[in-house]
Every structure is written in structure tokens, then in C-alpha cells.
């Protein structure tokens, strides 16, 4: 029986098809440097132009030296960008280092190249290559301090007594940006249940099987 697919679910990229179809002639150590370019781009150590000048250094090597055979190395690179991305988004925990290579092996590609894709997923640097993905991932700003008070408005200009207490609210975050807000308490209540809500969403998305792959 065999299993269910791991890296693509969906639909297979139409990239990742075309390099695995060309995977058959291309050379190991090809493989492996676009291998390394990919991963060099993916953590950030590596420039758009740097990695077009590698390829172009790989398209010498290989004698790629007419439009299509330089048009079928770029969308090698691709595929391998690809198909590499979606492979370090394995649960390493979860998922079996077995069942990576079987799903890749399912996609087509040879063994070879489907025990390189496993030794960077489960290889001893993993960690490390995590910390740099997410190190150069784009981020939105992060709550570093809150503060809060409850104040109560005794009267306005239009009302001699009122005597609602509100929230006063103070929101820094690690951008060096601070937010100053009032909530009249029943819009607390609410907002405190809504955030309530997201977090057990949030919660329940984190253990459903499909972010366990």
C-alpha cells in the first residue's frame, strides 16, 4: 500500500516534475551543488545574484552553451529550490527519515539524490539550518511589554457624571514602537475572549495530522 505523499499532497509542482524527469541524466555532483546553492540561498548566505552567477558557473561546467540546455539547468535549480524548501518543513520528529525517502522515491527521483535530500532533512546540521531559516524569514513585529491600567471617567463635557471604568492599555513592541489604547471594559471582555478563541484555534490547527508531516 503505498503511502500517503509527504512533501506534496496537492498538486506536484510543475518545476519539481520537470527536474525529477531530468534527474535520470543529470550528474551526481551537479545534484549536489545545486543542492548546496539552494540551501546557501534558503539561509540567506547566499545573493539572487550570486546564485544566478552559480548556475551560470554550473551551465560552463556542464557545457550547457545553447538556450535550451541553460533554460533545463535554471529550471533544475528551481526544482531543486522547490523541492528543497518543502523538505525542510518536515517534522523530523514525526515523520521517519524511511518515509521521506520513500515519498521522494514515489516522486520519481532517483535513490541517490533522495538519500542527499534526507541527509540535509535529517542530518546532524539541521538545527543549525533551522536557526538560519528562521533568522532570515520574513517576521511582523514582536509584543515585548504591555502594560495596563483600569481608569474610571468620572465626568465629560457633556455629562456632569459617568463613572465608566475603561482599560488603558500600553503595547511595546521589539521594533521600539509602543501603541497607547482605552477599552471600555465589556470591549475587554470581549477582546480577551476573541484572543482566547484564536489561541485555542491556534492550538488545535498545531496538533491536527497535516502539521505533523
Known sequence: MQQEPILFPGRVPTEVKTMIKSSKSMEKSVFRKMIKLALGYLQGSLTSDECETAVQNICQASKADTE?????VC???????????SALRVNTVT?????????????????????????VVFGPARPDIDRQLRSTAPSLPVLTNMNWRVEVTISTSWLSRVLEPVVMLRLEL???SS???????????????????????????RTSSICKK
Open 95 to 119: 515523520t521517519r527519515q524511511e518515509n521521506l525517502s520513500a515519498d521522494l522515491s514515489n516522486l520519481g527521483l532517483p535513490e541517490d539524490f533522495a538519500s542527499d535530500i534526507c541527509k
Open 75 to 85: 529550471i533544475q535549480y528551481a526544482g531543486i529550490l522547490t523541492l528543497l524548501r
Open 68 to 72: 535550451e540546455t541553460v533554460l533545463n
Open 174 to 176: 521589539n521594533n521600539g
Open 179 to 205: 501603541y497607547t489604547f482605552q477599552v471600555p471594559v465589556a470591549k475587554f471582555h470581549h477582546l480577551r475572549y476573541a484572543v482566547a478563541n484564536l489561541l485555542h484555534q491556534m492550538e488545535d490547527l
